[in-house]
């Protein structure tokens, strides 16, 4: 499976990335929103994780990548695990974004990432 991890926290995406690929996935990494869809175009993921809180992303709109996402054809129906520091977020509009979703607040177990995100692309119960 192929996963695009989204964080501007290089040990995020490192940590995420050791993970992944210890549990047989694919991984590619973006660092920023304009990083985001050329990504998603280029490598074709299965499943993206996605940091909310991205530099030049308005702190007041953490949604606005999965809304991008969500308005691109060719990621419209991708699934998305949301990753937040902020656990006061879950639910406030993850339910308003079609699609399967899933959501980890940081921290994290890395221990984690793998069964959510194969739940999250129904690929396990």
């Not at 990621?75 to 937040?84: C, G, K, M, Y």
Request: include cysteine; charged fraction near 25%; glycine fraction near 6%.
């Amino acid at each position: 499976m192929k996963v695009l991890v989204v964080d501007d926290e290089i040990s995020i995406r490192l940590l995420c990335r050791v993970n992944l690929e210890s549990e047989g996935f694919t991984v590619r990494e973006a660092g920023t929103r304009a990083e985001v869809l050329p990504a998603v175009h280029d490598f074709e993921p299965d499943v993206i994780l996605l940091d909310l809180m991205l530099p030049g992303v308005d702190p007041h709109d953490e949604w606005a990548v999965a809304r991008d996402l969500r308005a691109d054809a060719r990621a419209a129906d991708l699934p998305i695990v949301f990753l937040s520091a902020r656990a006061d977020l879950r639910g406030q509009e993850e339910g308003s974004i079609p699609g399967p979703v899933g959501y980890l607040t940081k921290p994290f177990n890395p221990l984690d990432l793998a069964p959510m995100l194969r739940r999250v692309a129904g690929l396990a119960p």
